[in-house]
């Protein structure tokens, strides 16, 4: 599968891959950073933003489609930086094709499986009938019924876009998203360790990384170290963007 990415930068190669529900969109900041140093590769994975959707949605595929980014791009070896379900996607190539990848840094997940965290979101995002919407103030006073939450309902409500005939409609796949939940919540693993630089960074406020989590971090990536952003929670990056840069760029441009 062809991704959708936007570039900006010049240097070493770095991919941004995004969460779930997230795009290379919530990455703009960042990316105009990091591209002081790097060419930077923000991307959507399948089924989100602009890139395609399909039926098949995990983390084998998702990977592929990161390695035949790299291909068409003509990059032997990246940095690649996930949050999230895009963590857990780069931790993937790590493992599968570990020649792909010079520098790790996985934000605010482990390579476990989790227990279904999002039933809510989805069933929020369900009950929107979103042709009936004329403007997305209105999309989203109903949408705070259901998710109070007012970041994560601008992060949702940045998948909405309008139809040839003006009419709301999601970029996302919402429906395959959904049938492949339990992939997204599964467990990363290979037949051999990750045996370069990588970095794993929590939020404090963020139990998605425990002290017992590092015996299996560990196993796969025997060279990770670990960084706390203090005061962040799970969205580290858009809570304390100027700390979490600032630990991301120390790491990736350390010998």
Same mark, same amino acid.
């Given at each position: ?64 489609? !990161? ?12 940095? !690649? ?24 840094? !996985? !934000? ?148």
């Amino acid at each position: 599968m062809k991704l959708y990415y936007h570039t900006t930068g010049h240097g070493e190669p770095l991919v941004i891959l995004h969460g779930l529900f997230g795009s290379g969109d919530n990455w703009y900041t960042l990316s105009n950073y990091f591209g002081d140093k790097f060419k930077v590769f923000a991307v959507d994975q399948r089924n989100h933003g602009r890139s395609p959707h399909s039926d098949q949605f995990n983390y084998k595929l998702m990977a592929e489609d !990161v390695a035949n980014l790299l291909a068409h791009e003509g990059i032997k070896s990246a940095q !690649v930086l996930g949050h999230s379900m895009g963590g857990k996607t780069a931790m993937q190539l790590a493992l599968s094709r570990q020649e792909l990848i010079s520098k790790l840094v !996985v !934000v605010d997940i482990a390579p476990k499986a989790y227990p279904p965290q999002h039933d809510a979101i989805f069933d929020a995002l369900f009950s929107l009938k979103l042709d009936q919407y004329r403007t997305r103030s209105e999309l989203d006073s109903d949408l705070a019924l259901s998710i109070p939450d007012f970041a994560v309902r601008q992060l949702l409500l940045k998948n909405v876009t309008r139809d040839g005939e003006g009419r709301f409609q999601w970029k996302m796949d919402v429906k395959s998203i959904h049938r492949n939940y339990p992939n997204v919540n599964g467990a990363i693993g290979g037949e051999r360790p990750f045996d370069k630089p990588a970095l794993f960074i929590r939020g404090s406020k963020s139990n998605y990384i425990t002290e017992d989590d590092k015996t299996e971090i560990m196993r796969l990536f025997p060279k990770a170290g670990f960084a706390t952003i203090e005061g962040a929670g799970h969205w580290v990056h858009a809570e304390a963007p100027q700390k979490f840069a600032e630990a991301v760029m120390e790491f990736l441009t350390s010998a």
